[in-house]
């Protein structure tokens, strides 16, 4: 077992495979040196051995899943740009913030030249001619190691004219962000990339593969994804697809935070590992913290309705996931235990998508602020059963229909499947409310026992939010 | 002054050439104007307009769009405690009374000699190292009260500066393109295939 205090929360125990964090346990793992010495640009080398189609179609056999929320898989993706339109682009999303998630960064800061290994790959395969690698504003150390990386690789010939001296030229273009959880939403991070407000675009038309940066088409990527590439290229498909499942395969990176005995982020095996396994498994989080059980957990970042220990055996499978009404989102879980206040903790999910909200789309800009706000006066005990009510409606002004929810035996329910339908053009509303409805679903007890029964509730006066 | 200074107009414009368009360079160019000022001054997103192409207005609402731009004076130091799930259940908001206590302010606030900011922010990507805060964005993991008096009284003395640069100043090292490696910005109204991607087959 092993942390390395050079890669704060890294935990790597038990025996598992590692495909992106292989290197973590060196110090300096983000020298072009160290990378040399542990099979550095041998997948970019293997890679132009073969042609473009021939990579394409290894990535695609594997079928390397996004690992930045959505779950589509990279090579389908790449496949999506309409044939014979250039130039298409590359754009890397590093702009990591979804609640809960914690990977990307330790990616960027721990194995940069992996991720450029990663992006030259991609660009290769999919005749990307430009590369942009978005990095999230508050990361001023990813920025410092990916721009220490390229300098290297570029004075390499790893990046830039004639990569090792073949045909092949691509740039790639370090670029910042400055601070908006929505720029995360890849039509948004183009827009931003535009040098924009992070404004999401609605989908159809602007698919970023058809429609995307300066209307060409473009590939947007996750840190994470784009890591397993070189691995993926030295080893072949079977190696990687010898790991988890078939329609899981490889690894993933998981954060697991709150009140477990030993947060950490992890490199587990996709598809076959469970939230029962991460959370009590002696090699992952080792059970609940002192000696507490556990209430609900977030199971894919804060944009995920909530499971119970109902649901601890749901396996790392997106669809498995999905039929128990949540996600896996970001690979973000985090855990409540039963000193947990349920309300307060809905609230401060709500409250983050209802700041950052864009304030494009009326029911997000509107029903985020208004969730916030009327769960506020009930966690303040000032709230009456009526809001309650209120909650869910102004969440169905957001979500029509039914929202997704994991089952309950003691409450009878049964699960409602994800995806939800929505009224906006991104997930940031459905994201403001999915904490409250979770919340209200399987622990409607605790927000009841809050509720003033006085007619006379505060009033909430009408401003603007900032 | 502040509009970009020489030397930073020059490096603006190295920056504005790597883009197929120059209003890309937008928010690096704003986080250069912030590094040279401390924050973002209106003189300077009208010189950042001038670079790329827009308006004075068009760049002020991008600017305008995104938290880690500050338009009025902050402290050196921007004291930034994470407030979101995972540090929420570890204990967040008591680290943030303390924070308040210590600096004597409300977030929001700046401290009376100028030297720290304070902000309720959210979520900062290490939320296995909760509570966590950042200071000018560096992290500082499992916060504690006394870990918290520590890190003040160091910054006061200045024991951190060659880790935790002031406000403004982000990555301290640029991307450095050698002009003979540089392929150079690929615009979007150029249609050709690229030279080492093979034609489709004629069926």
Known sequence: MATYPWAAGYVDDGDRPKIVTARFEHEDSYTITRYHATEGYAGLKAALTRTPGEVHDEVRGATVLGRGGAGFPAGTKWGLMPPEKYPRYLVVNGDESEPGTYKDRLLMERDPHQLIEGCLIAAYAAGLSQVFLYIRGEMPLAHERVATALNEAYAAGYVGKNILGTDFSVDII?????????????????????????????????????????????????????????WLLRNGVAAYTAIGTETSPGTRMVAVSGHVARPGVFEIVNGTTTFRDLLF??????????????????????????????????????????????????????????????????????????????????????????????????????????????????????????????????????????????????????????PVHSALTHFRDEFEARVADTPARRQIPVTAVH | MSRLNEANTILAKEIIARYPKARSATIPLLHLSQQQNGYVTEEAMAHVAELVGATPAEVQGTATFYEMFKFRPVGKYLVNICGTMSCQLMGSEALLHHAEEVLGVKPGGTTADGMFTLEHAECQAACTEAPNMQVNYRHCHRMTNEAFDQLIADLREGKRDADIPAHGTLARIRQQIPAEKAVGPVSPDDPARPVWTPAPEVK
Request: proline content about 8%.
């Open chain 1, 281 to 434: 498994g002696d090699e992952f989080c080792q059970g609940i913290r002192d000696g507490n059980s556990l209430k609900a957990f977030v199971p894919g970042g804060g944009s995920a309705p909530w499971f119970t220990p109902e649901q601890l055996d749901v396996p790392f499978e997106g669809r498995v996931a999905g039929a128990a009404g949540s996600m896996l989102g970001s690979g973000a879980v985090m855990v409540m235990d039963d000193t947990t206040d349920i309300p307060t903790a809905a609230l401060t999910l709500t409250r983050f998508y209802a700041h950052e909200s864009c304030g494009q789309c009326t029911p997000c800009r509107e029903g985020g602020t208004w969730l916030m706000r009327v769960l506020e006066r009930v966690v303040e005990g000032q709230g009456t059963r009526a809001d309650l009510d209120q909650l869910l409606e102004i969440g169905e002004s957001i979500c029509p229909g039914k929202f997704p929810h994991a089952a309950n035996s003691a409450l009878g329910l049964e699960a409602t499947p994800f995806p939800y339908k929505m009224t906006t053009i991104c997930f940031v509303g459905p994201s403001a409310y999915a």
């Open chain 1, 174 to 230: 370090l670029h910042w962000g400055a601070g908006a959880y929505v720029v995360g939403e890849e039509t948004a991070l183009i827009e931003s990339l535009e040098g924009k407000r992070g404004e999401p675009r609605l989908k159809p038309p602007y698919f970023p593969a058809a429609i995307g940066l300066y209307g060409q088409p473009t590939i947007v990527n996750n840190v994470e994804t784009l890591s397993n590439l070189p």
